[in-house]
């Protein structure tokens, strides 16, 4: 079975950066999707943006203002977070899967979740 790990979670600012990190581990890095997801309280769980087939989407809520990353040798994924909003106060997930999607329940592993919290 896949691990992920996720970790950079934290409090910060309106304005400020966050830098998300996803340490998987089990198989080969480079054969997944992976794809960053969020969920706020009395929300459903979306995503934020994804790597796979060579090519990433982004959630237009945050299109200009995240990145996602992936380094295929530390089998890791990043999600780097600029100019952060109140709005993207929530817990952030990894996923990996095999379908290039946005649906959730498509992706096979999940990590525990990091809190992000963006104050006014």
């Known amino acids: 079975q896949v691990q992920l790990v996720e970790s950079g979670g934290g409090l910060v600012q309106a304005g400020g950066s966050v830098r998300l990190s996803c340490a998987a581990s089990?198989?080969?890095?480079?054969?997944?999707?992976m794809g960053w997801f969020r969920q706020a309280p009395g929300k459903e769980r979306e995503v934020v943006a994804r790597s796979s087939g060579g090519r990433t989407y982004y959630a237009d809520s945050v299109k200009g203002r995240f990145t996602i990353s992936r380094d295929n040798a530390k089998n890791t994924v990043y999600l780097q977070m600029n100019s952060l909003k109140p709005e993207d106060t929530a817990v952030y997930y990894c996923?990996?899967?095999?379908?290039?999607?946005?649906?959730?329940?498509?992706?096979?592993?999940w990590g525990q979740g990091t809190q992000v919290t963006v104050s006014s």
């Open positions: 996923a990996a899967g095999h379908l290039h999607t946005n649906y959730a329940p498509a992706y096979n592993y």
């Open positions: 089990g198989r080969t890095f480079s054969d997944y999707s």
